[in-house]
């Protein structure tokens, strides 16, 4: 079974970068098929899904446009996880972010979530 | 990008009826890559449907999803009391992912 660990501050001020660790068991994180992303939800946006990472003979990510140029999603091979990393955060960013597995263009396994903060 | 459009916002029905629940495309969805998602409060989403008629693992088969193009449907049968929550659409095109806004699903 598939189980993914996300960790990271609950608080982040703004103009600074919110950094996320998601770690993974019961699969690689260089699995051919499958995907790792990064999500989030607030009220006012509803589920977003923020952009991913995988392995297709080499390293690749998509991002959303919404965060295009703020984004980076990285993969840790040696400890088979991957992190999340969004600059220049505002309290528009504040929402509980989510790592998932991404299969059949869809999403099966997911974290428990992550109430991220962005306050002074 | 696609946005999807659910409705109604909210149903109320009783256990044992059926609930109809609808997911409408602003353009077709690529290849029917159209998901559904259950929502529990304090939850996170869990997948329920996937490629419009695909039952996920473990997925009671009173929920069936179906539909094509850029109107898709998730019909639960029987509903029990754990069926009650929120229920979200999500699709797939362009190296993109997109989500409903969500249908809330409560006790009459």
């Known amino acids: 079974q598939v189980q993914l660990k996300q960790s990271g501050p609950g608080l982040v001020k703004p103009s600074l970068t919110l950094s996320l660790t998601c770690a993974i068991s019961g699969d690689s994180l260089s699995s051919n098929g499958v995907a790792w992303n990064w999500i989030r939800q607030s009220p006012s946006r509803g589920l977003e899904w923020l952009g991913r990472?995988?392995?297709?003979?080499?390293?690749?990510?998509d991002y959303a446009w919404a965060v295009q140029g703020r984004i980076t999603v990285s993969p840790d091979t040696s400890k088979n996880q991957f992190s999340l990393q969004l600059t220049s955060v505002t309290p528009e960013d504040t929402a509980v972010y989510y790592c998932?597995?991404?299969?059949?263009?869809?999403?099966?396994?997911w974290s428990q979530g992550t109430l991220v903060t962005v306050s002074s | 990008e696609v946005v999807l459009t659910q409705s109604p916002g909210t149903l109320s029905l009783s256990p044992g009826d059926r609930a109809t629940l609808s997911c409408r495309a602003s353009q077709t969805v690529t290849d029917n890559l159209l998901a559904w998602f259950q929502q529990k409060p304090g939850q996170a989403p869990r997948l329920l449907i996937y490629?419009?008629?695909g039952r996920a693992a473990g997925v009671p088969d009173r929920f069936t999803g179906s539909g094509s193009g850029t109107d898709f449907t998730l019909t639960i049968n029987r509903l029990e009391p754990e069926d009650f929550a929120v229920y979200y659409c999500?699709?797939?095109?362009?190296?993109?992912?997109?989500f409903g806004q969500g249908t809330k699903l409560d006790i009459k």
């Open positions: 998932a597995r991404g299969s059949r263009s869809t999403f099966d396994f």
């Open positions: 999500q699709q797939f095109g362009s190296s993109s992912f997109t």
């Open positions: 990472t995988y392995y297709r003979s080499k390293w690749s990510n």
């Open positions: 490629a419009a008629s």
